[in-house]
């Protein structure tokens, strides 16, 4: 009896304790995006070497590669070049941008052909990237700020038990209306992305694949892939050559030295 | 005579039949229904297709490119918003751009929609030195100041990707193209887009002081669809009424007329339910499938009940009526309903399956109705109670009537001959001129809406027929070759050129455009870039700088090895588009690289092959069936010259109405190719019946040919009348439908079958009179020199 009435006593303390930490779901969703975005952060640069697979109804692949080099920015977005290898014709290319926790990232692109770098202004960054499945939006810096969150449940991925997050854009000209982030529990990352349209139908889903531990403490994937459920289209991107924090050089990231670059 | 003796051992072999199933007629009828309305149960599966490639036929070069096109490119079918002001006038003002924005958002929300395209949403390129804006032209209410109006006013009408697409050339109308990709997983999903859509422009409508109107390729596909249900739920009650009436005054028996009713609905009911079960779609064309039917099935049941009154009126028992009856009919009906199955089968002579399935179902219902008619027709004659008293002389006055008949063809039948003789000449020669072409818009009634919002958008907007094209290059990123856009921009030039084009897209203009950008929005640079790499990387940049779906993808395949080339029509026939394919087809062949060929196809070009090839099929189908029917009927008749005989009255009826109708229209489509099949069967039957009963008073009662002729009046000639008034009643109710290709094949069937009336009651007689005239000389001579007091 005294046992009983102890566990009570226990019982509820846990229950009022839980209580006072209680979260919404909304407060649960953003504190997951918090901790992923603290967790990868502190990396400082990064080289990359990417192969883009895009393939086609019909099942026709196309590839480009390109070439990333990254800066991270406290405080604000990060500064990313993209170095246009394949294909031939826009080998050379090299587009620079700032992406910002909010509104518009600044954008310029070098133009071997022209010998001139252009400065494109454009809130669209909603569009395929190169023709791909994948937009630019997916691509560019994932920041905290960029979407509201909302907690909808734990489940199991593939095995492994994950926190599903639903986060809404908000950037006006997104092209979508939610997204939905399974993020693994354990290492809060995302294994899978589904992305709704403005009609609130699936869009495309995006497979996170061979997650690798870089400098000890960064996830990196291998592979990225974005199939498209309305097109019937799917674009994988490849990950090698990963170099994190190794140094790179600061003057890169300046417009007017674009077209030295290699 | 051999004959003879056949005729007698099968009527006593139906006698036999006839007595069984009067033994067991509780079980017979019980059976017989209960299968029927098993088999409707299938009625619940029938489903409307909307899906416009079920109307494609076998394939072909034109449907081999559109499958590329559409592997290759984003797809492009959609439905068009047109937005006009109420008060008319310019649509550069800012309520009638407040609307446009209000449509583009909401239009991205419609079910399947993957494009939407708008003057608000249109990507305008400027640049400002070195600095290269690409921008919404309009994005907010905000931006709708006069100074800026007519910045977008300025932009929209000089734009060539714009210009009699999104906006029309006066700036008076405007419009917002919404692509839509259908998963194709239910047939559900046109409608659901499209009730999407006008709850939309119902909203826009009471919003902004704009008229909208809906159209595009979309919009036809779900018209097809929703006027073959309408066509169902309002003509068949008509059908029925007509129905119900003829047969009234036919029979003046409440009895009779629900017999043959019953027979009627259930064959119609049956056929549906084996249509639901075996899973076959309806459309447009095969939604008329039950109204021929009924038509049909009426008319074995009318022969059936006929011979049965004319024999108790003789004085006949029931059982005896049925069997005389049934022994009478049941070569003739079994006859008829096979040559009916022959002409309908040979539909499948169409190109396009929508019309085998018309045929192949009216088929599978005039076989069920001949089922019901020979097993539970002659039960209901025994079990329902009647009324019919003796009747000794012909007091009809129908009677008197086939009398009178019989006597003027006896005496006049050469004149009738001639008379006839010209009578064809006179409507064989305007079927010279008979033109074979349409327009699908005038598929529909001016009654529907479809047709009046289509007709206007056509006249103010942009057309809803298109050519496209897809052009190779070299190979992948060939596209940015000058040689290349050079002559694709030559192409477009060309098609820019004709009368009845409205806009021709290409990436050409693209290209030109951002060569001009980024030369600081020099005009001079508004030219295809020499430079293949340049052109590369404007692309790359231009890509780069799209929003969510407007990309490239509709225009530009996957490596950039080829384009797409979109020549958009005017309110062209579909002769007129088949041609305006045909010259760019030529011009690239005289004009541009091997590797640059293309065939003009997409959805509108298909239909427009298809409407030739369906009249090329069925041309072969009618002659095959009229050789087929033919045959069957030399095997009945036994008889080469009776056979020979029969065949003319068949090929005349079609010859008046198809000169008619060229003297009513001038001008066909696809129903002219349908007509001869959809009446062959049902005029062979008439023939039939009529030369069966002629050769009967020949063979069993002994009759000189003018007797013969008189008995077969006599016994066959109400039957055949009111069978030939049902059917055209039947078709003239068709001619209700607000679908032309059905309300035509209506009327055109209806011109057959009245002309297969007077042929078959007054020019077979006058012609079998003719043939056996010498026979009849002989009858007379007899007659002649018999003694009067024998």
Known sequence: MRNLTKQLAVTSLLLSSTLTFAQTDEEKGQRLAQLADKINSGWVDQTVDITMTLQNKAGEKNIRKVRNEALEVEGDGDKSIVVFDTPYDVKGTVMLSFSHKVGDDDQWLYLPALKRVKRISSSNKSGPFMGSDFAYEDMSSQEVEKYTYRFIREDKFKGQAVNVVERIPVYDNSGYSKQLVWLDEKRTIPLQIEYFDRKGSALKTQHFKGYKLHNQRF???????????????????????????????????????????? | MNTENQTVSQSSKMKNFVGLLIRFRYLVTLIVIAICIATSLGQSRVGFSSDYRYYFGSPSPVIAAMDELESDYALSDSIYIAISPKSGGSVFNKAVLSAVIHATEEAWKIPHATRVDSLSNYQNTVANGDDLTVAHLFKSESELFSSNIDYIRQVALSEPMLENRIVSQNGEHTGVNVVLTLPGKSPMETSESVTAIRELAKLLESQYPVEVRLSGVH???????????????????????????????????????????????????????????LGIPLTAPSSIAPTIILTLAVADSVHIIMSFVIAKRRGASNAEAIKESMSVNFLPILLTSLTTIIGFVALNFADAPPYHDLGNITAIGVFIAFILSVTLLPCLLYILPNWIKVKENDTKFSDKLWAQLSLFIERKYKTVIIVFSLLTIAFAIPTENLKLDDRWVEYFSQKTQFRNDADFVQKN?????????????????????AEYLNTLDDFAKYYRGFDNVYNVSAITDTMKRLNKNLHGDDPEFYRIPEDKALAAQYLLLYEMSLPYGLDLTNQVNLDKSSSKIVITMKDVSTNELREAAAKGEAWLQTNAPEYMQAIGSGATVIFAHQSEVNIQGMVTGTLLSLIMICIVVFISMRNIKYGLISVLPNVLPAVFAFGAWTLLKGQAGMEVSIVVSATLGVIVDNCVHFMNKYLRGKEVYNLAPAEAIKYAYQNVGNALLFTSITLIAGYTVLTMSSFSLNSSLGLMSALTVVAALLVINILLPSIILFVDRAEQRVADERLANTPLAS
């Open chain 2, 461 to 481: 907007v942009t057309g809803l027929y298109s050519i496209e094209f897809n052009i190779q290059s070299l190979g992948p990123q060939g596209i940015s070759r």
């Open chain 2, 219 to 277: 919009m036809l596909n779900h018209a097809f669809a929703e006027i073959g249900m309408q066509d169902i739920v309002n003509i068949m009650p008509v059908m029925y009424m007509v129905m119900l009436v003829i047969l009234f005054v036919l029979f003046r028996s409440v009895f009779q007329v629900l017999m043959t009713v019953a027979i009627v609905h259930l064959s119609t009911i049956t056929t549906m339910g084996i249509v639901g079960w």
């Open chain 1, 219 to 262: 996830w990196r994937v291998d592979d990225l892939t974005m199939i498209n459920h309305q097109k019937g289209t799917q674009t994988t991107i490849s990950f090698e050559n990963y170099s994190i924090n190794q140094g790179v050089r600061l003057t890169n990231f300046a417009q007017a030295n674009l077209s030295r670059i290699r």
